[in-house]
T-cell receptor
């Protein structure tokens, strides 16, 4: 069955420290993965998609098919990075591109 | 260009009451989705639509109905609200090519509707 696992509910780091938010997936097809971010009481916003291989707000994420992972990383965390982060897997075929979300990781960056 | 707009933003209902949440998008997207967001559960898909006049069940459809009479609107209805439906509801839409789904296109989300049922 398709599944997205974010093992950490809460991740707390100090400003300037590196941060890694973990995401593992289970999917038999060709995966398409996204990271969404939700700042306090705001809408979900797309942060990264694996196909773009870009860096947004200093964050990067690499798809590792061997380890079925799509971890989100940033070398130096900032206080404004504090938010809820969701990893999402897109399904194809009969599911018409539906997203399966992980349960989310709350990132707290302390001054 | 407003993107995805949800109304209302907040609502308090009594058990057994009914209501409809409205989602409107101005991006000419074919695909629209309704999710609920609960603490510790992430986002779960309630219903979705791949085009005007079509709807389908998602992961947690029970207790909800939807309609997509116009391409730009996707309505979520609660016929008889229950406390278990207290949640934050998000609508989303995404682009598709004619006859198929465009890979790598993200879903665009609305601001959410915070619904409390007493």
């Amino acid at each position: 069955a398709q599944r997205v696992t974010q093992p950490e509910k809460l991740l707390s780091v100090f400003k300037g420290a590196p941060v890694e938010l973990k995401c593992n997936y289970s999917y038999s097809g060709s995966p398409e993965l996204f990271w969404y971010v939700q700042y306090s009481r705001q809408r979900l916003q797309l942060l990264l998609r694996h196909i773009s291989r870009e860096s947004i707000k200093g964050f990067t994420a690499d798809l590792n098919k061997g380890e079925t992972s799509f971890h989100l990383k940033k070398p130096f965390a900032q206080e404004e990075d504090s938010a809820m982060y969701y990893c999402a897997l897109r399904l194809y075929g009969g599911s018409q591109g539906n997203l399966i979300f992980g349960k989310g990781t709350k990132l707290s960056v302390k001054p | 260009n407003a993107g995805v707009t949800q109304t209302p933003k907040f609502r308090v209902l009594k058990t057994g009451q009914s209501m409809t949440l409205l989602c409107a998008q101005d991006m000419n997207h074919e695909y629209m989705y309704w999710y609920r967001q609960d603490p510790g559960m992430g986002l779960r898909l309630i219903h979705y639509s791949v085009g005007e006049g079509t709807t389908a069940k998602g992961e947690v459809p029970d207790g909800y109905n939807v309609s997509r009479l116009k391409k730009q609107n996707f309505l979520l209805g609660l016929e008889s609200a229950a406390p278990s439906q207290t949640s934050v509801y998000f609508c989303a839409s995404s682009y598709s090519t004619q006859g198929g789904f465009e890979r790598n296109q993200p879903q665009h989300f609305g601001d959410g509707t915070r619904l409390s049922i007493l």
